[in-house]
């Protein structure tokens, strides 16, 4: 399976921890990127990464979220001190890039839940 | 501001019958648009997506969606829907100027009577 790949798929943690999540996007897409997604809402958009360089990133993402790509392939996102509204399911999706618009292909997501 | 509304939160329709899911979206620059099926539990699934050209396109599945500037709608539709379709169906909007982000609709869930 080449498709974009998420590791774990379920996290619960306490409140106050830090979790970390891997995505591995398909490996000729240079784009990657993370949405959010909570119950009964579509996708919302986090931050992006051509390569290894961080391009843009949503208010939504706080300074308690850290995400990398530290040499272009997977990225990990990083939550520290969670708190209950941190609750939802993470999604990673990754796209070529070039001339165009390309459509993003997700993974299966990460739901995390802080207790 | 860039946003995407589909009006139905929730839709049920026989087996069999046919099916029509709005979207209508705010989109300052060309639009590109998309329909994505989420099943319980499962990541985004491309269905179709417009670009540029004729405006009725063909996705995966069966499902067909048209684009129509004049009304700002890309409605998805399925002449004869499957148990297997319910799920939660999610209408997208991107543009050429940004490499990034993809707005989502809130999504409508689907269910299916047999």
């Known amino acids: 399976d080449t498709g974009v790949s998420q590791n774990p798929r379920h996290k619960i943690t306490k409140r106050g921890q830090n979790v970390t999540f891997r995505c591995d996007p398909i490996?000729?897409?240079?784009?990657l990127y993370w949405y959010r997604q909570t119950l009964g809402q579509g996708p919302e958009f986090l931050t992006y990464f051509q390569n290894e360089a961080q391009l843009e990133k949503s208010r939504l993402l706080s300074d308690r979220f850290s995400a990398e790509r530290p040499k272009g392939s997977f990225s990990t996102l990083e939550i520290q001190r969670t708190e209950q509204g941190d609750s939802a399911m993470y999604l990673c999706?990754?796209?070529?890039?070039?001339?165009?618009?390309?459509?993003?292909?997700f993974g299966p997501g990460t739901r995390l839940t802080v207790t | 501001a860039q946003s995407v509304t589909q009006p139905d939160i929730h839709i049920t329709v026989s087996e069999g019958a046919s099916l029509e899911l709005r979207c209508n979206y705010s989109y300052g620059a060309t639009p590109y648009l998309f329909w994505y099926v989420q099943s319980p539990g499962q990541g985004l699934q491309l269905l179709l997506k417009y670009f540029s050209g004729d405006t009725l396109v063909q996705g995966i599945k069966g499902f067909e969606a048209e684009f129509k500037r004049s009304q700002s709608s890309f409605n998805l539709r399925k002449p004869s829907v499957h148990w297997s379709d319910a799920a939660e169906y999610f209408c997208a909007v991107g543009g050429y100027s940004s490499a990034s982000k993809i707005i989502f609709g809130s999504g409508t869930r689907l269910s299916i009577r047999p």
């Open positions: 490996s000729e897409h240079n784009r």
């Open positions: 999706a990754s796209s070529p890039s070039g001339t165009g618009p390309y459509e993003q292909y």
